[in-house]
């Protein structure tokens, strides 16, 4: 199996950032059939939606409209880590951040793997 573990989740103040970082381990085998990983968000209440994805061959970057221009997604393919730097964070950013991973697609549509998900908290 493969595990996503996420952190750097927290409370800030709106127009500070954040670095959220997901860390992929588990059976090497497994994890190389990666193709595509990153991060979607889910309010409580809320359904889960997409923020942002990066192909492991690091094309394919796609963005939340909304995040556009304030976030950045990144990917250490030797360390099997893929980055979220959140700059200029809104009240409305607030979140659970799921991270996410699949296999066989360009699109992060249907996750095979996803983290425990890391609270960003965003107050006015």
């Known amino acids: 199996q493969v595990q996503l573990v996420e952190s750097g989740g927290g409370l800030v103040q709106a127009g500070d950032s954040l670095k959220l970082s997901c860390a992929a381990s588990?059976?090497?085998?497994?994890?190389?059939?990666?193709?595509?990983m990153g991060w979607f968000r889910q309010t409580p209440g809320g359904e889960r939606e997409f923020v942002s994805q990066i192909m492991w061959n690091g094309d394919g970057v796609q963005y939340k409209d909304s995040v556009k221009g304030r976030f950045t997604i990144s990917r250490d393919s030797i360390k099997n880590t893929v980055y979220l730097q959140m700059n200029d964070l809104e009240p409305e950013d607030t979140a659970v951040y799921y991270c996410a991973a699949q296999t066989g697609s360009n699109l992060l549509v249907n996750p095979d793997y996803w983290g425990q998900g890391t609270q960003v908290t965003v107050s006015s």
């Open positions: 588990g059976q090497n085998f497994r994890i190389r059939r990666i193709t595509v």
